[in-house]
């Protein structure tokens, strides 16, 4: 099998409604889905504004583990978020890739300013790419910590609310016939994303 992980680092995963923040619990829960992968090849695509591939698909276990500590929110091009994109980008990486056991783990807050996800998520569907979407925040929003200052975002003086965007994750993952996943489920019990990716 060939697992894409693809992890928003937008500004607004900088959120800390989940601790210690949306994209440093995301990394955690991949170092679990990693220990699950058991010979399976796994790529890790980093996503803002474009999508970069630091780690390709690879069996090398400490390689997949030293992109993923090293990703930031400055590891993908900056600007408005752009999920379609991103999934464009992810169905290039298996273009020549001749094994019908494809996925795509999509690590996001939903929050997707471009309006396309919807309908690349239905070509990764059309391609037999399950695209399993896992979101993480809060859907009744929080604040952007600014990283230097401590002080947290603002737009015309008025704090930036960023919000689990459940809806946008929900559409993407039944448009590419995958299943959405929760944090609140995923971080939990026996639900950990270890164990849901050899469920599904």
Partial sequence: RNVLIMIDVSRS??????HPN???RAKADVADLLEALRGDRAGIMAFRNGAALPCPFTTDMAFLSQTLSGITIDSAPRGETDIGGAIEAALQTFENLATDHNAVILISDG??????AVEQAAVAGERHIPIFCVGIGDARGSTIPIEVSGAVMEYRGENVITKLQNKTLID???ASKGSYIPLQTAGTGRNTLGTLYNRH
């Fill in 13 to 18: 995963m900088l959120a800390n409604d989940v």
């Fill in 22 to 24: 949306r994209l440093e």
């Fill in 111 to 116: 929050e997707d300013l471009s309006g396309k």
């Fill in 172 to 174: 993407i993952a039944n």
